[in-house]
């Protein structure tokens, strides 16, 4: 129980934290507090008394500065600031995330425009300023008319920019369609060649912790930096010191944005998990984490993303032993062994926590995981090379990514094939009955794997499916003609297509058939007729090619 010391600190700085953002009140943190250090004293655990309440109390004063300075700060316009992130919403929308002087958390701003904006540029924006109506400490958002940029990024930012765009450059003069968003997004978390139909298939084969950096990315990197040095017989304190060096250099290359860090995080611990580490224990490792990201970043308490990784990360290190030990009756390899139970041990346990985020389940998730869990490694090792010989002369990035290219060819394909399966996804039904009932049924797949009911699960598991292709139906068609359509000639003439347009046909037939629906930033489909020739479009917005490549 040695592991567990922390826990009860990370757990109560949680809930004052979230409970204070929430409130914006210190009366329910403090009660909190006043809670957990009573309870710490009645069993005479004087130690932990002082550890939850200190941390505690200072994650709430922290928090509560935050919001009082944000409460307090006025925004004049024009807004000016550092560009932190910026993130394609889809329909020509992209989210922007400012750094301004003295206010504790980014601006969200909503620039309807395809205007290029790199990570540290500083900008000054105009527009229209309204509350943020999402809870966290953060009181506005903005809606940008124009972006105007003061200075370009310099020093470290333009060399992180400039790596990325020459990556970026070699990708796309390297590699076909269906891994062009997959490789600059596995490797260095740039989603810019992500559209919104690439980005939706990945969530909804719970594949979107692939399509950027995450903690499965540093897991791997780590250990295999661990591996080498172990069999050149490098000392432990040595492959400590190196190991977190590479780390380092690595969170230099991607960036220091959130979501890097808290997959740096997770990742570590997650690493320590399935290694079954002797010298930090995993979950002492988590609270850990869990402490240092909400004291260097409040609003983390409410963020989706945060709860799904500590979720996750806790899943794999309470169920991997008890999941791996029941798998192990099936006649597989070792390798899948393991990565089943990671998989399942990641999506049973935050199943309640995305039925309440989206209200939507991937019945798939487990399958697709496994199915493309032996490409992530070779995709993270052999990209980082890539990205090293893109910034040397000669092009020889050229063989790297060649080489990883049916890689990410097939994890492409494994999620488009999973998108299909009838019922892949499941809506959740409204109010928290269908999160209870989400709950239960995980409790129960908990039980019945640990009692090795394998065969029953995977027969139940394809009985579910093979209903659903027997039921499986198209929506129906949309016949072209009765939209508001325009033909052209080439796909350069898209952008000057005008308003109310709501389906693009391009006569040009140069390039290779396309691997998935084309649409433009604005949602309206594009058919490619004497290239991809038969595509049908359906009342639900979908459209399929009659030879089944989507």
């Known amino acids: 129980m040695r592991e567990l010391r922390l826990l009860p600190a990370a757990g109560l700085l949680w809930l004052v934290v979230l409970s204070m953002i929430i409130s914006s009140s210190w009366l329910f943190p403090l009660l909190l507090v006043l809670l957990g250090v009573g309870c710490a004293a009645v069993l005479k655990e004087w130690g932990q008394a002082l550890v939850i309440g200190s941390l505690s109390t200072v994650g709430g004063m922290i928090a509560w500065i935050r919001l009082k300075t ?18 394609r919403l889809g329909s020509g929308v992209q989210l922007i995330n400012l750094q301004v002087t003295g206010y504790p958390v980014d601006l969200p701003v909503f620039l309807h425009s395809d205007q290029n904006v790199q990570p540290q540029t500083v900008v000054t924006v105009a527009g229209k300023i309204e509350s943020d109506s999402r809870v966290g400490i953060g009181e506005f958002t903005m809606t940008a008319q124009s972006v105007e940029v ?27 369609e269906s891994s062009q968003g997959l490789i600059p997004g596995m490797v260095l978390g740039d989603t810019r060649l992500q559209d919104p139909v690439e980005t939706q298939l990945y969530i909804d084969t719970g594949l979107s912790h692939l399509s950027a950096v995450s903690g499965s990315n540093v897991a791997i990197l780590v250990s295999s930096v661990v591996v080498v040095l172990y069999y050149a017989t490098v000392g432990p304190r040595i492959r400590v010191v190196v190991s977190l060096a590479v780390l380092g ?35 002492h490792g988590l609270c850990l984490a869990i402490i240092v990201l909400l004291l260097w970043d409040s609003n983390l308490a409410i963020h989706y993303g945060f ?23 099936i006649p597989a390899p070792d390798i899948v062994i393991r990565a089943l139970a990671v998989a399942i041990a990641a999506d049973v346990v935050t199943m309640p926590i995305i039925a309440l985020m989206s209200r939507q389940l991937s019945l798939v998730a487990v399958l697709a995981n496994v199915l493309v869990d032996a490409m992530v490694a070779p995709v993270t090792l052999i990209g980082l090379m890539a ?46 009955l269908g999160i209870l009932w989400i709950v239960c049924a995980v409790m129960w797949l908990i039980v019945a794997l640990h009692y090795g009911l394998i065969k029953i699960i995977l027969a139940a598991y394809a009985v579910f499916f093979m209903l659903g292709l027997w039921n499986a139906r198209l929506p129906p068609q949309v016949d072209p003609r009765e939209l508001n359509y325009v033909v052209l000639d080439d ?9 109310g347009i709501e389906l693009i046909i391009v006569r040009d037939a140069t390039g290779r058939a396309a691997e998935r629906p084309t649409i433009t930033p604005a949602g309206i489909p594009v058919l490619f007729p004497n290239r991809d020739g038969e595509v049908n479009l359906h009342t639900d917005g979908s459209q399929h090619a009659s030879d089944g490549r989507f």
């Open 249 to 283: 250099i690595y969170l230099l290359l991607v960036g220091g944005e959130p979501s890097v860090l808290r997959a740096a995080a997770t990742g570590m611990v997650s690493l320590l998990a399935v290694l079954n580490s002797s010298r930090i224990e995993p979950m």
């Open 150 to 176: 003061i200075s370009a990024p310099r020093g470290y930012a333009a060399w992180v920019n400039g790596v990325r765009d020459n990556f970026q450059t070699a990708v796309v003069n390297t590699v076909g």
């Open 491 to 499: 796909e350069s003439e898209i952008s000057q297509v005008p308003a």
């Open 387 to 432: 990205v090293v010989l893109s910034m040397l002369p000669g092009s020889l990035e050229f063989f790297a990514l060649k080489l990883i290219e049916p890689c990410t060819y097939w994890i492409f394909q494994v999620a488009t094939w999973c998108q299909r399966l009838p019922r892949s996804t499941i809506d959740v039904a409204p109010g928290w």
């Open 70 to 87: 944000a409460e307090g700060f006025e925004l004049s316009q024009p807004v000016a600031g550092t560009v932190q992130s910026t993130k």
């Open 307 to 329: 709860i799904l990784s500590i979720t996750a990360t806790a899943g794999i290190i309470l169920l991997f032993p008890l999941l791996y030990k029941a798998l192990a009756r």
